[in-house]
Each structure stands twice: as structure tokens, then as C-alpha cells.
């Protein structure tokens, strides 16, 4: 049977094909028609990847985020996966592109690679090396991982790493007596200046005042002493020149 024939049997309004719409539809936790239709209408990002609309008038499926014209109600028939939209005759959409739906394998694919990037970040990937060595280490472009990031992150790499220096360097100050130039090059900032700067910016207080306001005596806890072993493996050599004073 052609993908057209099975569109026309889909739209001819028989019991048979009612029930299999009604089975298409309760595979989608249980919304009916109109409701699916209205996440369509709104382009709710929320159901993603849960469903999919097939338009009889054309032949084509979508995601519900498709930017294209929304379809009259009547025109839609809605499935739980890609593959019962194919196999019942609809070819995918050319702009929403449903094979990069959540959930599918180009999708799922993704996620490996921002989850991959986040680990190298967690490691001190952009403490010293550049976006682009980076991007070289995951086999993708700069412009394309910024673009993951937003998608599945919210934020930028450079956010990430940045959070991330300022949530080490925190913890050292507070539960540390290291130098405050020590936590700083160990925390992965390539200069004092940028670490006074991003630790007073989210914490609201500079280093030397976020000191003087800890606890007189710090207990010592598993989570201390590995902050401590952090801080002294990535403690740089001292070099030569001129050195940035610590406010």
C-alpha cells in the first residue's frame, strides 16, 4: 500500500483507523487531541521529542516546535514516535527535521558529546587551553558546541569553566589557609586580577573578606582534605616578574 493510500485510510473516518488513532494518542501520557493540539499551536518545547504530527493535507510530520504554519486541527494526526508517522506514510518535515527530535539517536548523540566536554571542563580543560583546543579534542566546531551548550546546558562553556573556578576557589578560601595566590592559579584562573574580579562578582565579597568571615577553626572532613590535595597538586611554580597584589 503507497504512503498516500494509507494517509487516505487514516483521514476516511472508519472505526478501524479511529481506534488506531485513539492508540497513537493514549501512547502520549494519556493527553487527548485537543491538548496535543494546543502544545502544537504554542510550539511547547516541553513536549519535544513526546510526539509527533503528521499533516494529511501534505504528507509531512513535525515536531511540535516546527516553526512552519500550524495545520487546522482537522488536518493533524498524532504519533508517539517517528517511526509510526513513517510507517504510516508521512515523510519527515525538512525544517523541524523530527530525526534530531529529543530522544532520538542524532539527539541522544549530542548529549554524549556536551557530557564528554562538561567532564574535560570539570578537569580544567579551558583553565589554560583555548574554546578551540577544546573543540578539537570533541571533533566539532566552536560555533556548533556553543550551540549544544545552549540547547542542553543553558550556558555558554566559558560559563561552565568560570562557575566552576569560582565554586573551587570558594571552597579553598573558606576551608583552606592556602595563599590567596595559590587558590587562585589552582583554581584555574590565569591571573589575580580575574580572580579577585569573578569571586567578588558571585560572592559579592572580595577573597581576603570571604577569609576573615569563615570560622576560626575549620573541622576537618573527607571533603576538606580533598580540596586541600586539589589545591596543592595544581599549586603552579613560582616564576619570575611582576605579581598582581590580592584585594
Same mark, same amino acid.
Given at each position: 500500500?503507497?504512503?498516500?493510500?494509507?494517509?487516505?485510510?487514516?483521514?476516511?473516518?472508519?472505526?478501524?483507523?479511529?481506534?488506531?488513532?485513539?492508540?497513537?494518542?493514549?501512547?502520549?501520557?494519556?493527553?487527548?487531541?485537543?491538548?496535543?493540539?494546543?502544545?502544537?499551536?504554542?510550539?511547547?518545547? @516541553?513536549?519535544?521529542?513526546? !510526539? !509527533?504530527?503528521?499533516?494529511?493535507? %501534505?504528507?509531512? !510530520?513535525?515536531?511540535?516546535?516546527?516553526?512552519?504554519?500550524? +495545520?487546522?486541527?482537522?488536518?493533524?494526526?498524532?504519533?508517539?514516535?517517528?517511526?509510526?508517522?513513517? =510507517?504510516?506514510?508521512?515523510?519527515?518535515?525538512?525544517?523541524?527535521?523530527?530525526?534530531?527530535?529529543?530522544?532520538?539517536?542524532?539527539?541522544?548523540?549530542?548529549?554524549?558529546?556536551?557530557? *564528554?566536554?562538561?567532564?574535560?571542563?570539570?578537569?580544567?580543560?579551558?583553565?589554560?587551553?583555548?574554546?578551540?583546543?577544546?573543540?578539537? *579534542?570533541?571533533g566539532v566546531g566552536e560555533r556548533?558546541?556553543?550551540?549544544?551548550?545552549?540547547?542542553?546546558?543553558?550556558? %555558554?562553556?566559558?560559563?561552565?569553566?568560570?562557575? @566552576?573556578?569560582?565554586?573551587? =576557589?570558594?571552597?579553598?578560601?573558606?576551608?583552606?589557609?592556602? $595563599? &590567596?595566590?595559590?587558590?587562585?592559579?589552582?583554581?584555574? !584562573?590565569?591571573?589575580?586580577?580575574?580572580?579577585? =574580579? =569573578?569571586?567578588?562578582?558571585?560572592?559579592?565579597? $572580595?577573597p581576603r573578606e570571604l577569609r576573615?568571615?569563615?570560622?576560626?577553626? &575549620?573541622?576537618?572532613?573527607?571533603?576538606?582534605?580533598?580540596?586541600?590535595?586539589?589545591?596543592?597538586?595544581?599549586? +603552579?611554580?613560582?616564576?619570575?616578574?611582576?605579581?598582581?597584589?590580592?584585594?
Amino acid at each position: 500500500m503507497s504512503g498516500a493510500e494509507r494517509r487516505r485510510e487514516s483521514t476516511s473516518g472508519n472505526g478501524e483507523n479511529d481506534r488506531a488513532g485513539r492508540r497513537s494518542v493514549d501512547l502520549v501520557a494519556t493527553l487527548d487531541a485537543t491538548k496535543l493540539y494546543g502544545a502544537v499551536r504554542a510550539r511547547d518545547p @516541553r513536549f519535544d521529542g513526546r !510526539f !509527533f504530527t503528521g499533516v494529511t493535507t %501534505t504528507g509531512v !510530520f513535525c515536531r511540535p516546535v516546527c516553526p512552519a504554519r500550524t +495545520p487546522k486541527p482537522d488536518h493533524c494526526t498524532f504519533f508517539r514516535t517517528a517511526a509510526d508517522a513513517v =510507517a504510516a506514510g508521512f515523510r519527515p518535515c525538512l525544517r523541524c527535521r523530527p530525526a534530531s527530535a529529543p530522544g532520538s539517536p542524532a539527539w541522544l548523540g549530542t548529549r554524549s558529546t556536551v557530557a *564528554r566536554a562538561m567532564r574535560l571542563i570539570a578537569g580544567g580543560a579551558l583553565d589554560h587551553e583555548r574554546l578551540s583546543d577544546l573543540c578539537e *579534542r570533541l571533533g566539532v566546531g566552536e560555533r556548533h558546541l556553543r550551540r549544544l551548550f545552549a540547547i542542553h546546558v543553558g550556558v %555558554t562553556p566559558a560559563a561552565l569553566a568560570q562557575a @566552576r573556578r569560582v565554586l573551587v =576557589a570558594k571552597r579553598a578560601i573558606e576551608e583552606t589557609s592556602r $595563599p &590567596l595566590a595559590e587558590v587562585a592559579f589552582a583554581s584555574g !584562573f590565569r591571573s589575580l586580577r580575574a580572580f579577585n =574580579a =569573578a569571586v567578588h562578582k558571585a560572592c559579592g565579597k $572580595p577573597p581576603r573578606e570571604l577569609r576573615r568571615a569563615r570560622p576560626s577553626r &575549620l573541622r576537618e572532613t573527607p571533603e576538606l582534605a580533598i580540596v586541600r590535595a586539589w589545591i596543592a597538586k595544581r599549586a +603552579p611554580q613560582r616564576e619570575e616578574g611582576p605579581r598582581e597584589l590580592v584585594h
